[in-house]
């Protein structure tokens, strides 16, 4: 299951999404330093499929977690080239160019 929290700030619908298990953990690699803070990512608990009509609505996505950020990639919506892996954890950011 995945933890997702929908913002919507002027005209921007941001969603944070973090894989179950992660809630609440911080995870170190170097000098980079992953927060996954309750206050920001625990939303509604749903499974891998309902992301994609979440992904569809963002604009600005911060992922976090193996399903979560797999998902995205299977939906192009990130590129595994630009995942960020911080002590085993895959981070990726989105954000859609809309004119």
Do not use: S
């Not at 939303?43 to 998902?71: M, P, S, W, Y």
Request: aromatic share 8%.
């Amino acid at each position: 299951m995945i933890y997702v929290k929908i913002y919507r700030v002027q005209g921007e619908v941001l969603l944070a999404a973090c894989d179950e298990e992660l809630l609440g953990k911080t995870f170190r690699e170097g000098e980079l330093k992953l927060e996954v803070k309750e206050r920001f990512y625990r939303g509604e608990l749903v499974d891998e499929d309902a992301l994609e009509d979440l992904l569809n609505e963002a604009t600005i996505a911060n992922l976090t977690g193996e399903r979560c950020v797999r998902k995205a990639m299977e939906l192009g919506y990130v590129d595994e080239g630009r995942v960020l892996w911080i002590q085993g954890v895959p981070h990726a950011q989105m954000a859609k160019l809309l004119f």
